[in-house]
């Protein structure tokens, strides 16, 4: 059976990994973002790779006009839909401190736009019986620290969101995957410091294939960072208090 897959924030170096690999097992993908031109690209690349559908789609977390368009795009696609959250934003700590105002652009990218997108589209996921999502938040959503907690804080409410969709689409016959990935070689990430052991953006793409292929609920990738966050859930509140991590 035919899948097409919706892939927002289709550009990220994440997404655009995995959009190369659907397409080289012939998949389709609907890519969606705000930079049409790189979209545009991105799909021709696709098509080259073997992919059965490759098309670009405008979708902003901010504008929730273009949700409803997107989403009578995917209804349309055929075969199995899945669907695959790459949005998010992640202003510099320090930025958000002296512009409080960053807290909501920070929340409506990382959270509450694609939440609400997702809550548009499960019910077409429900009408079909079957259909993956997979939502990529990140292991800055496990405890608040002291470098990122508006992103963190975000990334924590649309991984609970997640809990909560999958055990909604669970009954239907879908799935939902929680990805938390640790650091990634992308562009949110270039130039921070005390960055380690970062993975290739290909390596992440896998782990998402592995996880969607045995239905996996939660999955950290790389691996170790479930050892490395549990760790850092199990500190001490008045030892985290003092840390910079």
Known sequence: ????????????????????????????????????????ALAADCRLRGASLAEPAAFDARDPAC??????????????LNAAMFVGSMPDQSDIDADPALVDGTVTDSFTGPARFLHMLAPVLEDRGRGTIVGVG?????????????YGAAKAGFATYLSGLRNRL???????????????????????????LVAPPEKIAAAILKAVR????????PFFWRWIML???????????????
Not at 215 to 221: A, G, L, M, S
């Open 231 to 245: 760790i850092i859930r199990t500190i001490p509140e008045p030892v985290f208090k003092k840390m910079s991590i």
């Open 1 to 40: 059976m035919s899948e097409t897959w919706i892939i927002l924030g289709a550009t990220s170096s994440m997404a655009r990994a995995l959009a190369r690999a659907l397409a080289e097992r012939g998949d389709g993908v609907i890519l969606a973002g705000r930079d049409m031109p790189e979209l545009e």
């Open 67 to 80: 949700f409803a368009p997107l989403v009578d795009r995917a209804r349309a696609a055929p075969g199995t």
């Open 170 to 196: 669970t009954r239907a016959g879908g799935h939902v995957v929680t990805v938390k990935p640790g650091f990634v070689d992308t562009s949110m990430t270039w130039g921070i410091e005390g960055m380690f």
């Open 214 to 221: 045995k239905r996996r609920n939660v999955i950290y990738t």
């Open 138 to 150: 990140s292991v800055a959503g496990d405890r608040g620290r002291v470098g990122n907690y508006v």
